[in-house]
């Protein structure tokens, strides 16, 4: 495939555009402040349960109240899962300020070549409506033209619904743009919207092309 052939990329957020920082450490540093004492691998694990929680219900998260309502149910699965009794609204700022999303290697190269080639950009991805922040944070703002989140779109991939929306805001048909993701939601959603898909890593995913 050659760039000329497209007008537009499409990118994943979590995992494709976006890594987290490991939690645990400020997790558990977290948890001792308020008196809970529990090793690595219990609040890895509780965290595993959070984030099962969290990606069925992001696309709650649409603005400041329900966001606020969300993360409190989310840390309240945290806090459970370790069997602790510590009050999950006050917890929540401690948990929030343990989430680190850094770019992912390789993610500023390859988003500054689309650029160079003329292309328009989008972050379509299921989460909640905090990241614009968290790409602000990562420096990747600057590089999209539009982030549509399930928050905003109201539907979660695989859900055509919000490529199409992205499209629209894009001005760019479906047929002259590329979805670069790093889970079968993404694949099955970007086709099922009339995209081309790529893999993840966002680093690889145009390798060859000219």
């Known amino acids: 495939m050659r760039f000329t052939d497209l007008g537009a ?3 994943d957020g979590y995992g494709t555009l976006l890594h987290l920082e490991d939690p645990v450490p400020p997790l558990v540093a977290a948890l001792a402040g308020h008196g809970v004492e529990r090793d690595a691998g219990a609040v890895a694990n509780a965290f595993a349960r959070e984030v099962a929680h969290y990606r069925l219900r992001a ?27 510590v009050p999950p609204a006050s917890f929540v700022d401690d948990f929030i300020a343990a989430l680190v999303f850094s770019a992912a290697p390789g993610a500023v190269s390859t988003l500054e070549l ?9 972050v379509v991805a299921n989460w909640d409506c905090a990241l614009p922040g968290h790409l602000e944070t990562a420096g990747l703002d600057g590089f999209f033209d539009t982030v549509v989140t399930s928050a905003r779109a109201g539907a979660a991939k695989p859900d055509p619904a ?3 929306l992205a499209l629209d805001e894009l001005g760019v048909a479906p047929e002259r743009a590329l979805h670069v993701g790093d889970e079968p939601i993404d694949e099955e959603g970007a086709l099922a919207a009339g995209l081309a898909f790529a893999p993840a890593p966002l680093a690889r ?6």
């Open 9 to 11: 990329v499409t990118v």
């Open 205 to 210: 995913a145009f390798e060859g092309w000219s």
């Open 114 to 122: 689309l650029r160079q080639h003329g292309l328009r950009l989008a």
């Open 162 to 164: 919000i490529f199409r």
């Open 59 to 85: 696309h709650t998260g649409r603005d400041a109240a329900t966001l606020a309502a969300l993360r409190e149910d989310c840390v309240g699965v945290f806090l459970r899962a370790l069997g602790s009794t």
